[in-house]
């Protein structure tokens, strides 16, 4: 009979044995695949945008018929109001200056639209810069749980099933500073603001698996989750919907560049949801 | 992993995807084969999960965690791949006569058949976490983020697939015992 420890070593050894190096034409045919689909991406990004300005100017042609005064009846006709222009889905990548719709439930509890200016990128949201260093984003994202420490994160897990109880775990957090909660509102709805800081000096080599975390993807999935880095702000703003919670992040550094500051607000500005 | 150079693929940037690619590729695919046991299917898995990299990025939402977030994604692509073959086709190797024995004097040759046959008979969730733990040495709490599953549940497989495997090599070592005996 085997001992767990002469399983274990065996099992180890057979492990190690076999093939390791991936060989280059299973390489080769990823990168072709990736750069035929990220040509295709582009042509169709420059058909999208095509087709986009085409609609733009039928909308608009539409909308000035329609409000242009009747020249029968009494008193001139009440012009219908102008349609709004249809908001383009969010992309992956570079998005042209224009209004995008977000409605991936995995993402939000209610469809949005955010209008960018030009030079942001699209994904789950919308980001300019590089994130890794001095980069700003506005994202969304769903939240069943949050940690009780964010430094040593691990297996501190806390269910949250409402605005109350999400506020006052983020307001109980160790690991960072946090600012008092605020009532407000975004995008129409009625939330809660709170802003996190994380010390640009702050080592998180001391944290579980180097880094700070707020809170896991939603389940939970701890594969995921939403961190903070050394000089790093993140704003949330809570949102509830029957039971689920989610919230609208802004992310800004410390190094950010003040003009991708006040974009950012500026989009944020724009967010409206579509309960 | 670099993560400037994640962030650069997730914005699109080809030549950082290839660098990634050329950064993870013979671990994945290293990791497919262990878990998958097929040369053929490992590296179908490794191309997809590849791919499945590139396409999914803009949605990697933590550039630090690339490296467990890839293992999720080819551990997803060995579960499609090893949906296609109901019967996976054995490698057949053959063994040279002085194959040397482990360093403290097992011998893993006379192993190998029953482990492959045993490990065959693990689910591919079994495996998986077999091969994280084992071979990768990842701690099983890493495991369980990794696959994205409770810290519980990855204690329970790993616990039944080395039962599986422990059985696999007590059944052939059991008829020389008796046959000892007699």
């Known amino acids: 009979m085997s001992t767990d420890h002469d399983v274990t070593r065996i099992v180890r050894s057979w492990l190690d044995e076999g093939v390791t190096a991936l060989p280059d034409r299973v390489l080769d045919a990823v990168l072709d695949q990736v750069s035929a689909t990220a040509r295709r991406y582009a042509q169709m990004n420059r058909f999208a945008q095509a087709a986009i300005a085409a609609v733009a100017v039928l909308v608009v042609l539409f909308a000035g018929y329609t409000l242009l005064p009747r020249t029968t009846g009494t008193g001139g006709g009440i012009g219908t109001p102008s349609p709004t222009p249809t908001a383009a889905p969010l992309p992956s990548g570079t998005m042209a200056p224009g209004t995008y719709r977000v409605s991936d439930n995995k993402l939000t509890l209610y469809p949005y639209t955010m209008t960018v200016p030009a030079g942001w990128t699209g994904g789950d949201g919308a980001l300019r810069g590089d994130m890794s260093s001095n980069g700003v984003r506005l994202t969304t994202w769903i939240i069943t749980h949050v940690y009780a420490d964010s430094c040593h994160w691990t297996g501190t897990l806390v269910p949250v099933a409402d605005t109350a109880a999400l506020v006052a775990a983020f307001t109980a957090q160790a690991g960072h500073t946090r600012s008092t909660p605020i009532v407000t509102t975004i995008g129409g709805l009625p939330a809660t603001k709170i802003t996190f800081t994380l010390d640009a000096a702050f080592d998180v080599t001391t944290c579980d698996s180097g880094n700070v975390r707020l809170w896991p993807d939603p389940g939970p999935d701890e594969g995921g989750g939403w961190p903070i880095s050394p000089g790093q702000t993140t704003t949330v703003y809570v949102i509830e919907s029957d039971g689920r919670l989610m919230v609208v992040m802004t992310v800004v550094r410390k190094d950010s560049p003040p003009g991708d500051v006040t974009a950012l607000q500026g989009i944020l500005a724009t967010l409206r949801f579509e309960p | ?182």
């Open chain 2, 1 to 182: 992993m670099d993560t400037t150079l994640v962030t650069r693929a997730q914005n699109g940037d080809e030549g950082a995807f290839a660098s990634l690619a050329v950064a993870v590729g013979d671990r994945l695919h290293a990791v497919a084969y262990r878990i998958l046991r097929d040369t053929d299917l490992a590296e179908d898995a490794t191309q997809q999960a590849l791919l499945n990299v590139w396409q999914d990025l803009p949605q990697l939402r933590d550039p630090a965690r690339f490296d467990a977030w890839s293992y999720r994604l080819l551990v997803r692509a060995c579960y499609a791949e090893g949906r296609k073959t109901r019967r996976w086709t054995p490698n057949l190797r053959l063994l040279p006569a002085d194959e040397p024995m482990a360093a403290d004097g097992f011998d893993l040759v006379a192993h190998r058949d029953q482990l492959e046959r045993g490990f065959r008979r693990l689910s591919i969730d079994h495996r998986a976490v077999v091969v994280l733990h084992h071979y990768l040495d990842m701690p099983l709490d890493r495991v369980a983020e990794t696959l994205g599953v409770p810290a519980g549940t990855v204690r329970s497989r790993l616990h039944h697939a080395m039962r599986g495997l422990r059985a696999a090599l007590d059944a052939d070592a059991r008829p020389a015992a008796r046959e000892a005996a007699q």
